[in-house]
């Protein structure tokens, strides 16, 4: 029995084998991603899978977290990990430490962050979009100078709207060049001053249309002052030129059919116009015939003089209101005018001049009068403190029979402010004492 292996054992060994193949540490691997599942522990359970065969394969949360895109069902990667064995069910796996899109999937990836990147700037908002002529005058046509989309461009244009002029500028718009050339172009076209342009090609796959998806390319169109429709490949195929441009349509020939209205509908808009205005003009016509018969056969045309009867009669009486009104006025202003003199006459300005000078006299004696009898009681009243001083006075005070009594330099207001032979200074009318304290009672 010591010769058979427990099932353990058996995968442990086949473990331990996977796991000291230095072939099997580092592998790279091409695929498509299928039955893709993320755990809530945040680890990545899948299959990557070809043509002819299948593994399985897991992501651990710490390197799942790496990633910059969402994997999902049917992306083309190309992982890089290791081979190693699940003990458990004794199968093996492949453990990826890092995943990318492959190829297309790359290309999808960098189209998602530019067309974000530009969303987040505004390029796309609304309030950047150019209105399209309604009657364009000049057409700027940029496409290839071959294929069916400049054909199918020239054929609608001079079907719809022969009229306009179109300036077709060659332009590629695939392969190495093709970005710049686009720029020049764009530029270009502004400067002829059209109408607006037409930016387009045929349809083809997303590497062929990748011109249309540059940074350089979306810039241009977003800074460019004429309206631009964009019409890159068909109605399925969506590039970042088609959401920056003005209008965005499906296909060239539809982007003819945008920019251009329908000549034969116009002839029809035209003729509808035409018809429209004949018969306002003959409306117009015989209601004015009408009002003519009727103005011919007015009463008043009969006898114009009666027209004016009335305003030459209204002409005299405002005239004679007017003398009036005159009269009125110039005896107003005489009679202002002789009570002005009279007011202004030498005997009347004598008069009043005595009148002035009289109450100037009056005014000035009254104001002698007030000063005289303020000065005196402002005198009564300095006397009066002058005294109430005087009484309040130290040296009065000593005059009465009192002293001030002075230790260093300080008045003694209590005995608590000598000691016994302390030297003390007594002030006396006349002079002053030096004397020196014997004893306290």
């Known amino acids: 029995m010591e010769k058979y292996l427990s ?50 394969a897991m992501m651990f949360n710490r390197d799942a977290a790496k990633l910059n895109f969402t994997p999902k069902e049917g992306d083309s990667v190309l992982v890089t990990g290791r081979i190693s064995t699940y003990e458990a069910r004794g199968n093996y796996q492949l453990y990826v430490n890092t995943m990318s899109l492959d190829g297309i999937g790359q290309l999808y990836e960098k189209f998602e962050q530019l067309k974000k990147a530009f969303q987040d700037k505004g390029y796309f908002n609304a309030e950047h979009k150019k ?59 502004d400067s002829i001053n059209a109408d607006v342009m037409i930016v387009g090609r045929g349809g083809g796959s997303i590497e062929d249309l990748w011109a249309f998806n540059e940074s350089v390319v979306v810039e241009a169109i977003y800074n460019a002052n004429t309206p631009i429709i964009s019409a890159v490949g068909h109605e399925t195929d969506t590039t970042l030129a088609d959401f920056v441009a003005d209008f ?10 945008i920019v251009t209205p329908d000549m034969k509908s116009l002839f029809e808009q035209i003729t509808k116009a035409r018809a429209f205005m004949d018969h306002k003009i003959n409306t117009i016509y015989r209601s004015k015939t009408q009002q003519l018969t009727q103005l011919e056969h007015y009463y008043l045309f009969k006898n114009p003089y009666m027209l004016i009867e009335q305003k030459v009669q209204r002409i005299d009486e405002l005239q004679q209101q007017m003398k009036y009104k005159v009269n009125a ?113």
């Open 131 to 189: 209105p399209l002529p309604k009657y364009p005058k000049h057409i700027a046509v940029l496409t290839a100078s071959t294929g069916a989309a400049i054909q199918d461009i020239r054929t609608t244009l001079n079907n719809r709207y022969p009229l306009a002029k179109v300036t077709y500028i060659s332009t590629l718009v695939q392969g190495a060049g093709a970005k710049e050339d686009i720029i020049k172009n764009i530029q270009y076209a």
């Open 248 to 257: 965005r349509a499906p296909t060239p020939t539809g982007a003819a059919v």
């Open 329 to 441: 006025v110039m005896q107003s202003h005489q009679h202002n005018v002789q009570s002005i003199e009279q007011k202004l006459s030498p005997k009347v300005l004598r008069d009043l001049v005595h009148q002035q000078q009289r109450h100037v006299q009056h005014q000035q004696e009254q104001l002698n009068r007030s000063i005289k009898y303020l000065m005196s009681m402002k005198q009564s009243s300095f006397q009066s403190r002058l005294a109430l001083l005087s009484s309040l006075s130290p040296t009065e005070t000593l005059l009465r029979g009192y002293s001030i009594t002075r230790h260093n330099d300080s008045i003694i207001h209590s005995i608590d402010q000598v000691d016994i032979g302390d030297e003390v200074e007594i002030e006396l009318k006349d002079g002053t004492l030096a004397t020196q304290v014997m004893h306290k009672k």
């Open 7 to 56: 099932v353990s054992a058996l995968s442990k060994y086949i473990k331990v084998k996977f796991d000291r193949d230095p072939y099997l540490q580092e592998v790279f691997i091409k695929g498509e991603l299928s039955n893709y599942k993320r755990h809530s522990s945040g680890h990545h359970y899948f299959a990557l899978k070809d043509n002819g065969a299948v593994i399985q």
